[in-house]
Each structure stands twice: as structure tokens, then as C-alpha cells.
């Protein structure tokens, strides 16, 4: 199978996968399969986030894979493929939870990783449990406005703001080796950083970026994590709402997008295991902005992912 060649149809033609990357609903043998989580049932603000994976493709036709920052064509270095969506029940967070659990499960099984396409951030739980099955407990940079750490709302244990509480508590995450990237706003109590911070996260605040800068905060990133296997998670709103305006919680006064992408480029210096990109809600969107950000995020990944390969850093 190969890619829909761009120099045959225009980038609006065709049927969209990501990056115009083979559909292969069972792929084997794969280095990352792109995989939709359509889900927003764990949103606690605004919702739309299952149409995010539809969005995202829809704008990923644009991209071509060879960037002028990134050497190689992505696709020349690693075996990639687009394996659609889960099909998550859009009733019952449980469902859906063991739903995406089994099916990342399945395809670390016979791929050595995945990019996720979501969808709220609630699934981020589900594939942290799928790769520490593979690897042990994982480092992780996590990209975000919010902790994630929260402790349940309104009854509910799982939603869109505790996977990484849920993470740390069981024992998928290493949060000693958790570094979490461009929190700001507001925060409910019982404070979720104090959370994070009291299991060892290393919180980066928007304003300790800004201090920090991106070298700075790829050297933290390096001390912290080294060689051990690293789960990216990028929630869009990490973003400005100027930069991702189609989100389910924004915060003003984020990244821009330049840095978020930045930010990105020392993932190849580590050892990457898995991926996502998260919360774009195309219903706030306008013009594609934010899930044009969101295609160029995983675009990027997938290249950072290729460059730690060549390295041999992510051989299974
Ligand atoms: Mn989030």
C-alpha cells in the first residue's frame, strides 16, 4: 500500500486518512499506526471533541511529510500507516474506556507504536495503561493549559481532566520521570497540582516557560526522561486560544504554535513509545485553525518518532 501520491491527485482529493497514509484497518509489522479516538463523553465544558479525528484528516491532506526543518522525508524512515478509528459507544465512559484500552492493547501486540487522534483527553488513561503493558511505567510530556490530575467531578472517577491522576495512581505512569508543560488559568480545589507536585510531577507553568524558554525546557526534558521509554501526550489547548480556538476548555495567555511545534523537536532525542494529540473540537473551530495545528503536532511527532528510530532508540 502506499500513500495517495500528490503529484497524481490534488491534496483535496481522495478519501482522507491521515497525511494521505494507506487505510489499514488490521495493520502487523507497522512503526506507528494512526488510529482516531472519536469520543468526547468525558468533556466537562464544551463538547464536539468526536469530531475531532474526522477534522484533523480532513485538514492533514495538506501535508506533505518533508519538511524543510526535518531532512528526510518521515515516511522514507519509518512504516506508517492510518488503521481509522475505534469505534467508541458514545453513551458510557466505561464502555468506551475498555473499549480503546483493548484495541491500543491489540495493536502494540504487532505495532511498536501508535499515534492517537482524539477525541477528549479522558482516553489518554487508556492508552498509558496499553503501553506501560509493553513497556513498564512510563516518562511522559505532557503538553497542556490543565494537570489532568483532577480527582472526580460530579460523581464521575474518569473525564477529561484525571488521566494522568489515574495514570500515577495506577502505576502506568512514572510521575518522577512526568513532566507537564504550559499549565496556567485556573484551578478547581482541592488543588490538582499540589497533586501532581506532591507525587513528583515536574510542573511547568506557562510563565516558567515563558522564563525557561524552549532550549531550557528541552534540557529539563532531557534530565528528566534520558533513555527511558516516553509517552508524548499533547493536549491542543496547550495552545492559545488565538493558536486553537476549537478546544473544550481554552485558557488565554498560552503557547503560540511555533513554540508548541518547538517544543516537539527534542522528542527525537529520547526514546518515544506512543503518542496523541488531543481536544480538538471542530464545532469551535474556524477556518481549520486548530485542526490544521493539530495535523501539523502529530505530523511532527511522526517525524520526531522516525528520528529517534534511525537512532535505534525506539527498536522494540
Ligand atoms: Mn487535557
Request: proline share 7%; net charge negative.
Given at each position: 500500500?502506499?500513500?495517495?501520491?500528490?503529484?497524481?491527485?490534488?491534496?483535496?482529493?481522495?478519501?482522507?486518512?491521515?497525511?494521505?497514509?494507506?487505510?489499514?484497518?488490521?495493520?502487523?509489522?507497522?512503526?506507528?499506526?494512526?488510529?482516531?479516538?472519536?469520543?468526547?463523553?468525558?468533556?466537562?465544558?464544551?463538547?464536539?471533541?468526536?469530531?475531532?479525528?474526522?477534522a484533523?484528516?480532513?485538514?492533514?491532506?495538506?501535508?506533505?511529510?518533508?519538511?524543510?526543518?526535518?531532512?528526510?522525508?518521515?515516511?522514507?524512515?519509518?512504516?506508517?500507516?492510518?488503521?481509522?478509528?475505534?469505534?467508541?459507544?458514545?453513551?458510557?465512559?466505561?464502555?468506551?474506556?475498555?473499549?480503546?484500552?483493548?484495541?491500543?492493547?491489540?495493536?502494540?501486540?504487532?505495532?511498536?507504536?501508535?499515534?492517537?487522534?482524539?477525541?477528549?483527553?479522558?482516553?489518554?488513561?487508556?492508552?498509558?495503561?496499553?503501553?506501560?503493558?509493553?513497556?513498564?511505567?512510563?516518562?511522559?510530556?505532557?503538553?497542556?493549559?490543565?494537570?489532568?490530575?483532577?480527582?472526580?467531578?460530579?460523581?464521575?472517577?474518569?473525564?477529561?481532566?484525571?488521566?494522568?491522576?489515574?495514570?500515577?495512581?495506577?502505576?502506568?505512569?512514572?510521575?518522577?520521570?512526568?513532566?507537564?508543560?504550559?499549565?496556567?488559568?485556573?484551578?478547581?480545589?482541592?488543588?490538582?497540582?499540589?497533586?501532581?507536585?506532591?507525587?513528583?510531577?515536574?510542573?511547568?507553568?506557562?510563565?516558567?516557560?515563558?522564563?525557561?524558554?524552549?532550549?531550557?525546557?528541552?534540557?529539563?526534558?532531557?534530565?528528566?526522561?534520558?533513555?527511558?521509554?516516553?509517552?508524548?501526550?499533547?493536549?491542543?489547548?496547550?495552545?492559545?486560544?488565538?493558536?486553537?480556538p476549537g478546544?473544550?476548555?481554552?485558557?488565554?495567555?498560552?503557547?503560540?504554535?511555533?513554540?508548541?511545534?518547538?517544543?516537539?523537536?527534542?522528542?527525537?532525542?529520547?526514546?518515544?513509545?506512543?503518542?496523541?494529540?488531543?481536544?480538538v473540537s471542530p464545532l469551535y473551530d474556524h477556518?481549520g485553525i486548530t485542526s490544521?495545528?493539530?495535523?501539523?503536532?502529530?505530523?511532527?511527532?511522526?517525524?520526531?518518532?522516525?528520528?529517534?528510530?534511525?537512532?535505534?532508540?525506539?527498536?522494540?
Amino acid at each position: 500500500m502506499e500513500r495517495v501520491d500528490t503529484a497524481i491527485s490534488p491534496r483535496y482529493a481522495q478519501i482522507p486518512t491521515f497525511m494521505r497514509l494507506p487505510h489499514d484497518p488490521n495493520p502487523s509489522g507497522r512503526d506507528v499506526v494512526v488510529i482516531g479516538a472519536p469520543y468526547d463523553g468525558g468533556t466537562s465544558y464544551r463538547p464536539g471533541a468526536r469530531f475531532g479525528p474526522r477534522a484533523i484528516r480532513n485538514e492533514s491532506g495538506l501535508i506533505h511529510g518533508v519538511g524543510i526543518d526535518r531532512g528526510p522525508g518521515t515516511f522514507e524512515l519509518i512504516d506508517c500507516v492510518d488503521g481509522g478509528d475505534i469505534d467508541l459507544t458514545p453513551f458510557n465512559m466505561h464502555i468506551a474506556m475498555e473499549t480503546a484500552h483493548r484495541h491500543l492493547r491489540d495493536l502494540l501486540q504487532d505495532n511498536a507504536a501508535f499515534l492517537m487522534l482524539g477525541g477528549d483527553h479522558s482516553l489518554t488513561l487508556a492508552a498509558l495503561r496499553a503501553v506501560a503493558e509493553q513497556h513498564g511505567p512510563v516518562a511522559v510530556v505532557h503538553l497542556d493549559a490543565h494537570s489532568d490530575t483532577n480527582p472526580a467531578f460530579y460523581g464521575g472517577e474518569f473525564h477529561h481532566g484525571t488521566p494522568f491522576r489515574h495514570g500515577i495512581d495506577e502505576g502506568v505512569i512514572d510521575p518522577a520521570r512526568t513532566v507537564q508543560i504550559g499549565i496556567r488559568g485556573h484551578n478547581p480545589r482541592p488543588d490538582s497540582l499540589d497533586y501532581a507536585r506532591g507525587k513528583g510531577v515536574r510542573v511547568v507553568t506557562t510563565d516558567e516557560f515563558v522564563e525557561t524558554g524552549v532550549a531550557g525546557t528541552h534540557a529539563l526534558i532531557q534530565e528528566l526522561i534520558g533513555d527511558r521509554p516516553v509517552y508524548v501526550s499533547v493536549d491542543v489547548d496547550v495552545a492559545d486560544p488565538a493558536f486553537a480556538p476549537g478546544t473544550g476548555t481554552p485558557a488565554p495567555g498560552g503557547l503560540s504554535s511555533r513554540e508548541v511545534l518547538a517544543l516537539l523537536r527534542c522528542v527525537g532525542e529520547l526514546r518515544p513509545v506512543g503518542f496523541d494529540v488531543m481536544e480538538v473540537s471542530p464545532l469551535y473551530d474556524h477556518a481549520g485553525i486548530t485542526s490544521v495545528l493539530a495535523t501539523e503536532i502529530g505530523a511532527e511527532l511522526l517525524y520526531q518518532y522516525a528520528r529517534a528510530h534511525i537512532k535505534g532508540r525506539n527498536d522494540a
